[in-house]
T-cell receptor, first 115, second 118 residues
Framework: NAGVMQNPRHLVRRRGQEARLRCSPM?????VYWYRQLPEEGLKFMVY????????ESGMPKERFSAEFPKEGPSILRIQQVVRGDSAAYFC?????????????FGEGSWLTVV | AQKVTQAQTEISVVEKEDVTLDCVYE???????LFWYKQPPSGELVFLIR??????QNEISGRYSWNFQKSTSSFNFTITASQVVDSAVYFC???????????????FGQGTILTVHP
């Protein structure tokens, strides 16, 4: 009964490097969401993906951030040329569908520290 | 626009006390759901409850109970006989309802930090 699996749990990157965060949704869930938790801003929606499609990326920064959810394998949140302000907890969540009120289950989070 | 307000930034209680965490929301939707999540010191987000706006009955799960009042747009969470393990940040959340479906785009409150002292 695996839940939403995220890795790595903790990641340290130097400024200018790339960060890749991975997320495997719960079994039977084909909808994935990424959220970011910043101390000053709280939990904010970033992007919603279904297999091979980005459905809503209204919360994604316009530059350096990208997300994918390929046909096979986990969803990836990619941050290029990281800056100190990218240091945050990144949460992945999944749901079985888009029926109104589907419960959204979150993973344990990936903590990115940019030094 | 959807909005969730958790006015209590921090609450501190002594073990065995009852504590209520407030959540007030704003929505134009006539049908909606509300969620509570718990974030313990280890950092993960744990689902606690989902409540349908049609159902105003209070819900109880062990020491946890929820009071949903549509008239005041509130969905408050009470922990009875609190324990040290209840220490966590608690979030109330409201999904965006987009054209009759709502996917996992949640609006979160700022969270309430609950500290339960032994």
């Amino acid at each position: 009964n695996a839940g939403v699996m995220q890795n790595p749990r903790h990641l340290v990157r130097r400024r200018g490097q790339e960060a890749r965060l991975r997320c495997s949704p719960m079994k039977g869930h084909s909808h994935v969401y990424w959220y970011r938790q910043l101390p000053e801003e709280g939990l904010k929606f970033m992007v919603y993906l279904q297999k091979e499609n980005i459905i809503d990326e209204s919360g994604m920064p316009k530059e350096r951030f990208s997300a994918e959810f390929p046909k096979e394998g986990p969803s990836i949140l990619r941050i290029q040329q990281v800056v100190r302000g990218d240091s945050a907890a990144y949460f992945c969540a999944s749901s079985p569908g888009i029926a109104h009120g589907n419960t959204i289950y979150f993973g344990e989070g990936s903590w990115l520290t940019v030094v | 626009a959807q909005k969730v307000t958790q006015a209590q930034t921090e609450i501190s209680v002594v073990e065995k006390e009852d504590v209520t965490l407030d959540c007030v929301y704003e929505t134009r939707d006539t049908t909606y759901y509300l969620f509570w999540y718990k974030q313990p010191p280890s950092g993960e987000l744990v689902f606690l409850i989902r409540r349908n706006s049609f159902d105003e009955q209070n819900e109880i799960s062990g020491r946890y109970s929820w009071n949903f009042q549509k008239s005041t747009s509130s969905f408050n969470f009470t922990i009875t006989a609190s324990q040290v393990v209840d220490s966590a940040v608690y979030f109330c959340a409201l999904p965006i309802n987009a054209g009759g479906t709502s996917y996992g785009k949640l609006t979160f409150g700022q969270g309430t930090i609950l500290t339960v002292h032994p």
